[in-house]
Protein backbone atom coordinates (compact mmCIF):
# COMPACT_ATOMS: atom_id res chain seq x y z
CA UNK A 1 0.00 0.00 0.00
CA UNK A 2 2.82 2.18 1.06
CA UNK A 3 4.05 1.70 -2.53
CA UNK A 4 1.08 2.47 -4.36
CA UNK A 5 0.22 5.87 -2.28
CA UNK A 6 4.14 6.91 -2.55
CA UNK A 7 4.17 8.16 -6.33
CA UNK A 8 0.72 9.45 -6.19
CA UNK A 9 2.05 11.70 -2.48
CA UNK A 10 4.99 12.51 -4.96
CA UNK A 11 2.87 13.73 -7.91
CA UNK A 12 0.40 15.83 -5.10
CA UNK A 13 3.38 17.48 -3.62
CA UNK A 14 4.83 18.81 -6.88
CA UNK A 15 1.17 19.81 -8.47
CA UNK A 16 1.19 21.55 -5.51
CA UNK A 17 5.11 23.34 -5.48
CA UNK A 18 3.95 24.30 -9.09
CA UNK A 19 0.74 26.41 -8.54
CA UNK A 20 0.70 30.31 -8.43
CA UNK A 21 -0.82 32.34 -6.13
CA UNK A 22 -3.41 34.75 -6.84
CA UNK A 23 -0.61 37.58 -7.18
CA UNK A 24 1.22 35.66 -9.62
CA UNK A 25 -1.63 34.65 -11.87
CA UNK A 26 -2.26 38.43 -12.20
CA UNK A 27 1.10 39.67 -12.74
CA UNK A 28 1.13 36.94 -15.30
CA UNK A 29 -1.74 37.29 -17.70
CA UNK A 30 -2.11 40.07 -20.13
CA UNK A 31 -5.72 40.52 -20.06
CA UNK A 32 -5.36 41.57 -16.50
CA UNK A 33 -2.14 44.19 -16.96
CA UNK A 34 -4.73 47.14 -15.61
CA UNK A 35 -5.96 45.70 -12.76
CA UNK A 36 -2.49 44.40 -11.31
CA UNK A 37 -1.27 47.94 -11.74
CA UNK A 38 -4.18 49.52 -9.61
CA UNK A 39 -3.57 47.05 -7.21
CA UNK A 40 0.10 47.86 -7.14
CA UNK A 41 -0.82 51.33 -6.25
CA UNK A 42 -1.84 49.60 -2.63
CA UNK A 43 1.04 47.42 -1.42
CA UNK A 44 -1.13 46.49 1.78
CA UNK A 45 -4.05 44.85 -0.25
CA UNK A 46 -1.42 43.26 -2.83
CA UNK A 47 0.65 41.33 -0.30
CA UNK A 48 -2.51 40.22 0.71
CA UNK A 49 -3.86 38.48 -2.30
CA UNK A 50 -1.15 35.03 -2.08
CA UNK A 51 -3.58 34.45 1.18
CA UNK A 52 -7.06 34.78 -0.20
CA UNK A 53 -9.04 31.95 -2.01
CA UNK A 54 -12.51 31.27 -3.20
CA UNK A 55 -13.42 32.67 -6.83
CA UNK A 56 -12.08 36.21 -8.38
CA UNK A 57 -13.84 38.13 -10.69
CA UNK A 58 -11.41 39.31 -12.85
CA UNK A 59 -11.82 42.69 -14.99
CA UNK A 60 -10.33 42.71 -18.06
CA UNK A 61 -7.91 45.87 -19.53
CA UNK A 62 -11.08 46.89 -21.25
CA UNK A 63 -13.71 46.80 -18.34
CA UNK A 64 -11.54 48.85 -16.19
CA UNK A 65 -11.04 51.47 -19.03
CA UNK A 66 -14.38 51.26 -19.58
CA UNK A 67 -15.42 51.74 -16.10
CA UNK A 68 -13.45 55.03 -15.06
CA UNK A 69 -14.26 56.63 -18.44
CA UNK A 70 -18.05 55.50 -19.01
CA UNK A 71 -20.59 56.88 -20.86
CA UNK A 72 -23.21 54.14 -21.07
CA UNK A 73 -26.55 55.10 -19.13
CA UNK A 74 -26.63 53.34 -16.14
CA UNK A 75 -23.61 52.92 -15.31
CA UNK A 76 -21.31 55.25 -13.09
CA UNK A 77 -17.64 55.63 -13.94
CA UNK A 78 -15.72 54.22 -11.24
CA UNK A 79 -13.59 56.18 -9.04
CA UNK A 80 -10.99 54.94 -6.93
CA UNK A 81 -9.83 57.15 -4.74
CA UNK A 82 -8.12 55.12 -1.48
CA UNK A 83 -7.25 52.04 -0.24
CA UNK A 84 -11.03 51.74 1.67
CA UNK A 85 -12.54 52.27 -1.68
CA UNK A 86 -10.05 49.66 -3.36
CA UNK A 87 -10.50 46.88 -0.78
CA UNK A 88 -14.34 47.11 -1.20
CA UNK A 89 -14.08 46.88 -4.81
CA UNK A 90 -11.83 43.83 -4.41
CA UNK A 91 -14.10 42.41 -2.06
CA UNK A 92 -17.27 42.77 -4.04
CA UNK A 93 -15.13 40.82 -6.96
CA UNK A 94 -13.85 38.18 -4.15
CA UNK A 95 -16.81 35.53 -4.00
CA UNK A 96 -16.69 32.64 -0.74
CA UNK A 97 -16.66 29.03 -2.10
CA UNK A 98 -15.20 28.26 -5.37
CA UNK A 99 -17.36 28.48 -8.73
CA UNK A 100 -16.60 27.04 -11.68
CA UNK A 101 -18.34 27.92 -14.78
CA UNK A 102 -20.72 24.89 -14.25
CA UNK A 103 -21.26 26.02 -10.99
CA UNK A 104 -22.81 29.27 -11.87
CA UNK A 105 -24.47 28.36 -15.31
CA UNK A 106 -27.08 26.29 -13.36
CA UNK A 107 -30.89 26.73 -14.48
CA UNK A 108 -32.02 29.44 -12.14
CA UNK A 109 -29.29 30.85 -11.67
CA UNK A 110 -27.44 31.26 -8.22
CA UNK A 111 -26.61 33.99 -6.05
CA UNK A 112 -23.00 33.49 -4.88
CA UNK A 113 -22.08 35.57 -1.65
CA UNK A 114 -19.04 38.09 -1.76
CA UNK A 115 -17.04 39.10 0.60
CA UNK A 116 -18.20 42.45 0.85
CA UNK A 117 -19.55 43.52 4.18
CA UNK A 118 -18.83 47.10 4.40
CA UNK A 119 -22.19 48.48 5.39
CA UNK A 120 -22.21 50.82 3.25
CA UNK A 121 -22.98 48.16 0.11
CA UNK A 122 -23.96 45.39 2.49
CA UNK A 123 -26.90 46.79 5.03
CA UNK A 124 -27.92 42.96 5.31
CA UNK A 125 -27.84 42.27 9.07
CA UNK A 126 -24.24 41.70 9.09
CA UNK A 127 -24.21 39.27 6.06
CA UNK A 128 -22.25 39.77 2.95
CA UNK A 129 -23.77 41.28 -0.29
CA UNK A 130 -23.62 38.91 -3.32
CA UNK A 131 -23.94 38.93 -7.47
CA UNK A 132 -26.13 36.93 -9.08
CA UNK A 133 -24.97 34.37 -12.16
CA UNK A 134 -27.21 32.95 -14.55
CA UNK A 135 -27.02 31.64 -18.24
CA UNK A 136 -30.77 31.89 -18.15
CA UNK A 137 -30.74 35.77 -18.31
CA UNK A 138 -31.60 37.80 -15.09
CA UNK A 139 -34.21 36.24 -13.70
CA UNK A 140 -32.59 32.64 -14.46
CA UNK A 141 -35.77 31.58 -16.19
CA UNK A 142 -34.78 31.99 -19.85
CA UNK A 143 -35.86 28.95 -21.55
CA UNK A 144 -32.42 28.59 -23.51
CA UNK A 145 -29.25 28.94 -21.56
CA UNK A 146 -27.43 31.78 -23.29
CA UNK A 147 -23.88 33.11 -22.31
CA UNK A 148 -22.98 33.45 -18.53
CA UNK A 149 -23.59 36.57 -17.21
CA UNK A 150 -22.96 38.35 -13.50
CA UNK A 151 -25.52 40.86 -12.17
CA UNK A 152 -24.58 43.03 -9.37
CA UNK A 153 -25.78 46.65 -9.17
CA UNK A 154 -28.27 48.96 -11.26
CA UNK A 155 -25.80 48.90 -14.56
CA UNK A 156 -24.59 46.52 -17.22
CA UNK A 157 -24.21 42.91 -16.15
CA UNK A 158 -20.64 41.13 -16.78
CA UNK A 159 -19.88 38.43 -19.70
CA UNK A 160 -17.83 35.77 -18.01
CA UNK A 161 -14.87 35.43 -21.15
CA UNK A 162 -11.90 32.97 -21.89
CA UNK A 163 -11.29 30.16 -19.90
CA UNK A 164 -10.72 29.53 -15.70
CA UNK A 165 -7.75 30.60 -14.44
CA UNK A 166 -6.80 28.54 -11.63
CA UNK A 167 -4.50 28.88 -8.68
CA UNK A 168 -3.63 27.93 -5.26
CA UNK A 169 -6.85 27.58 -3.22
CA UNK A 170 -9.42 28.78 -5.63
CA UNK A 171 -10.65 29.76 -9.87
CA UNK A 172 -10.28 33.01 -11.60
CA UNK A 173 -12.91 34.09 -13.96
CA UNK A 174 -12.25 37.19 -16.39
CA UNK A 175 -15.00 39.49 -16.96
CA UNK A 176 -15.76 42.39 -19.74
CA UNK A 177 -17.25 44.53 -16.92
CA UNK A 178 -16.77 45.95 -13.77
CA UNK A 179 -19.31 44.38 -11.00
CA UNK A 180 -21.29 47.41 -10.19
CA UNK A 181 -21.16 48.28 -6.24
CA UNK A 182 -24.40 48.01 -4.50
CA UNK A 183 -26.47 50.99 -3.75
CA UNK A 184 -29.67 51.88 -1.99
CA UNK A 185 -33.26 51.77 -3.54
CA UNK A 186 -33.42 55.24 -4.46
CA UNK A 187 -29.97 55.44 -5.91
CA UNK A 188 -30.80 52.63 -7.92
CA UNK A 189 -34.03 53.63 -8.74
CA UNK A 190 -32.65 57.53 -10.03
CA UNK A 191 -29.83 55.62 -12.47
CA UNK A 192 -32.27 53.24 -13.91
CA UNK A 193 -34.13 56.63 -14.69
CA UNK A 194 -37.26 55.19 -13.09
CA UNK A 195 -38.41 59.16 -13.01
CA UNK A 196 -41.54 58.49 -11.85
CA UNK A 197 -40.91 55.88 -9.29
CA UNK A 198 -38.61 58.65 -7.93
CA UNK A 199 -41.04 61.21 -7.48
CA UNK A 200 -43.59 59.06 -6.03
CA UNK A 201 -40.76 58.27 -3.11
CA UNK A 202 -40.73 61.92 -3.05
CA UNK A 203 -44.25 62.35 -2.86
CA UNK A 204 -44.54 59.98 0.07
CA UNK A 205 -41.47 60.15 1.93
CA UNK A 206 -40.56 57.02 2.04
CA UNK A 207 -37.31 57.13 0.70
CA UNK A 208 -35.76 56.53 4.16
CA UNK A 209 -37.50 53.75 4.89
CA UNK A 210 -36.37 52.00 1.50
CA UNK A 211 -33.13 52.87 1.74
CA UNK A 212 -32.79 51.84 5.10
CA UNK A 213 -34.11 49.05 6.06
CA UNK A 214 -32.11 45.56 6.34
CA UNK A 215 -33.28 42.62 3.58
CA UNK A 216 -35.33 44.52 1.42
CA UNK A 217 -37.38 43.83 -1.94
CA UNK A 218 -38.25 46.23 -4.06
CA UNK A 219 -40.79 45.64 -6.84
CA UNK A 220 -40.00 48.58 -9.32
CA UNK A 221 -43.14 49.70 -12.14
CA UNK A 222 -40.94 50.96 -15.23
CA UNK A 223 -42.11 54.26 -16.54
CA UNK A 224 -44.37 53.10 -19.04
CA UNK A 225 -46.21 51.21 -16.56
CA UNK A 226 -47.09 54.13 -14.85
CA UNK A 227 -48.06 55.40 -18.32
CA UNK A 228 -49.83 52.71 -19.02
CA UNK A 229 -52.22 52.96 -15.68
CA UNK A 230 -52.72 56.23 -15.99
CA UNK A 231 -51.59 57.17 -12.84
CA UNK A 232 -51.32 60.38 -12.24
CA UNK A 233 -49.32 61.25 -8.69
CA UNK A 234 -50.51 64.84 -8.62
CA UNK A 235 -54.09 63.77 -8.60
CA UNK A 236 -53.47 61.02 -5.55
CA UNK A 237 -53.60 61.71 -1.72
CA UNK A 238 -50.20 60.88 -0.55
CA UNK A 239 -50.90 57.78 1.70
CA UNK A 240 -52.62 56.66 -1.25
CA UNK A 241 -49.46 56.89 -2.68
CA UNK A 242 -47.69 55.62 0.09
CA UNK A 243 -50.18 52.58 -0.06
CA UNK A 244 -48.88 51.47 -3.81
CA UNK A 245 -45.21 51.85 -2.85
CA UNK A 246 -45.85 49.87 0.55
CA UNK A 247 -47.86 47.16 -1.74
CA UNK A 248 -44.38 47.19 -3.94
CA UNK A 249 -42.31 46.22 -1.04
CA UNK A 250 -41.51 43.44 1.14
CA UNK A 251 -39.52 43.62 4.43
CA UNK A 252 -37.26 40.99 6.06
CA UNK A 253 -36.71 38.60 3.31
CA UNK A 254 -34.50 39.39 0.22
CA UNK A 255 -36.35 38.39 -2.81
CA UNK A 256 -33.85 36.97 -5.57
CA UNK A 257 -35.83 34.86 -7.94
CA UNK A 258 -34.15 31.99 -6.77
CA UNK A 259 -35.56 32.68 -3.59
CA UNK A 260 -39.09 33.55 -4.51
CA UNK A 261 -41.01 30.45 -4.78
CA UNK A 262 -43.29 29.52 -7.68
CA UNK A 263 -47.16 29.88 -6.59
CA UNK A 264 -46.60 31.42 -3.14
CA UNK A 265 -47.63 34.34 -1.53
CA UNK A 266 -45.50 36.97 0.10
CA UNK A 267 -46.71 39.67 2.83
CA UNK A 268 -45.82 43.19 1.44
CA UNK A 269 -44.60 46.59 3.75
CA UNK A 270 -48.61 47.42 3.08
CA UNK A 271 -49.40 43.98 5.25
CA UNK A 272 -51.14 42.79 1.98
CA UNK A 273 -50.02 39.59 -0.02
CA UNK A 274 -48.65 39.50 -3.78
CA UNK A 275 -48.48 36.30 -5.10
CA UNK A 276 -45.27 34.90 -7.35
CA UNK A 277 -45.79 33.20 -10.55
CA UNK A 278 -43.09 31.29 -12.46
CA UNK A 279 -44.39 29.82 -16.08
CA UNK A 280 -43.27 29.92 -19.56
CA UNK A 281 -39.61 31.54 -19.21
CA UNK A 282 -40.39 34.53 -16.93
CA UNK A 283 -41.73 35.65 -13.43
CA UNK A 284 -44.09 37.58 -12.79
CA UNK A 285 -45.83 39.31 -9.83
CA UNK A 286 -49.63 39.20 -9.16
CA UNK A 287 -49.57 38.22 -13.31
CA UNK A 288 -47.39 41.87 -13.89
CA UNK A 289 -44.04 40.43 -16.14
CA UNK A 290 -40.65 41.09 -14.51
CA UNK A 291 -38.60 42.91 -17.23
CA UNK A 292 -35.49 43.00 -15.60
CA UNK A 293 -34.36 41.05 -12.25
CA UNK A 294 -31.89 40.63 -9.70
CA UNK A 295 -30.55 44.42 -9.59
CA UNK A 296 -28.49 44.26 -6.10
CA UNK A 297 -29.11 46.68 -3.62
CA UNK A 298 -27.08 47.81 -0.86
CA UNK A 299 -29.70 46.40 1.63
CA UNK A 300 -31.78 43.49 -0.65
CA UNK A 301 -32.92 43.04 -4.39
CA UNK A 302 -34.74 45.01 -6.51
CA UNK A 303 -36.84 43.93 -9.84
CA UNK A 304 -37.82 46.08 -12.51
CA UNK A 305 -41.43 45.07 -13.47
CA UNK A 306 -44.22 46.36 -16.68
CA UNK A 307 -47.13 47.03 -14.53
CA UNK A 308 -47.69 48.53 -11.57
CA UNK A 309 -49.34 46.94 -8.37
CA UNK A 310 -52.96 48.42 -7.38
CA UNK A 311 -53.79 47.32 -3.18
CA UNK A 312 -56.97 45.70 -3.04
CA UNK A 313 -59.37 48.28 -1.77
CA UNK A 314 -57.94 51.03 -3.44
CA UNK A 315 -60.61 53.39 -4.99
CA UNK A 316 -58.74 55.60 -7.47
CA UNK A 317 -55.49 55.76 -8.79
CA UNK A 318 -55.94 59.30 -10.30
CA UNK A 319 -56.08 58.20 -14.07
CA UNK A 320 -58.57 55.88 -15.35
CA UNK A 321 -57.70 52.87 -14.08
CA UNK A 322 -59.58 50.64 -11.18
CA UNK A 323 -58.03 48.97 -8.50
CA UNK A 324 -56.27 45.31 -9.68
CA UNK A 325 -55.94 46.40 -12.91
CA UNK A 326 -53.35 48.44 -15.00
CA UNK A 327 -52.68 48.45 -18.75
CA UNK A 328 -49.00 46.89 -19.66
CA UNK A 329 -47.07 47.71 -23.02
CA UNK A 330 -50.53 49.45 -24.54
CA UNK A 331 -52.49 45.87 -23.69
CA UNK A 332 -55.13 45.12 -20.96
CA UNK A 333 -54.40 42.88 -18.23
CA UNK A 334 -55.18 42.06 -14.39
CA UNK A 335 -51.58 43.05 -13.58
CA UNK A 336 -49.63 43.92 -10.80
CA UNK A 337 -45.92 45.97 -10.64
CA UNK A 338 -43.25 47.19 -8.63
CA UNK A 339 -40.94 50.01 -7.51
CA UNK A 340 -37.81 51.36 -7.03
CA UNK A 341 -36.04 54.38 -6.17
CA UNK A 342 -35.70 58.07 -4.41
CA UNK A 343 -34.29 61.21 -4.39
CA UNK A 344 -31.05 60.49 -2.78
CA UNK A 345 -29.18 60.79 -5.83
CA UNK A 346 -27.33 63.60 -4.12
CA UNK A 347 -25.80 61.29 -1.45
CA UNK A 348 -22.12 61.18 -2.03
CA UNK A 349 -21.03 57.54 -3.09
CA UNK A 350 -17.80 55.84 -3.33
CA UNK A 351 -18.55 55.96 -7.18
CA UNK A 352 -17.72 58.83 -8.97
CA UNK A 353 -17.00 60.50 -12.35
CA UNK A 354 -13.12 60.23 -12.67
CA UNK A 355 -11.51 60.90 -16.16
CA UNK A 356 -9.52 58.65 -17.92
CA UNK A 357 -6.18 60.71 -18.26
CA UNK A 358 -6.11 61.39 -14.43
CA UNK A 359 -6.60 57.79 -13.97
CA UNK A 360 -3.86 56.85 -16.68
CA UNK A 361 -1.17 59.28 -15.24
CA UNK A 362 -1.78 57.46 -11.65
CA UNK A 363 -2.10 53.55 -12.87
CA UNK A 364 1.43 53.69 -15.52
CA UNK A 365 3.90 55.57 -12.84
CA UNK A 366 3.90 52.58 -10.97
CA UNK A 367 4.44 50.48 -14.00
Given amino acids: MVTLCLPLLILYLSASSLAQN ?16 LLRRYPSILNNLPNLGGTVLAPSNEALTAAFNSQREGDIPLNIT ?3 VLEAFVSYHLLRGTYNRVNLTIAGGRVADTNLVDETYANLDGNPNVIFGSAFGSTGQDAVAGGLKLYSGIGEAANVIGEELNFDGGVMHIIDHVLNFPRNCTQTTAAASLTTLVEAFRTAELW ?30 TDEV ?22 KEYETMLGQTVRVTKRDGRVFVNEVEVQRGNIITSNGVAHILSGVLIPPGTTTTGGDTTAGTTTTGGSQSTTTGSNEGSPNSARPSIIHLLGMSAFLSTIFLVV
Fill in 208 to 237: QTVDTTPKFTCFAPSNDAFAAAGIRLESLP
Fill in 242 to 263: ANILKYHSIVGEVGYTTNLDDE
Fill in 22 to 37: LTQVLSSTPELSTLYS
Fill in 82 to 84: SPD
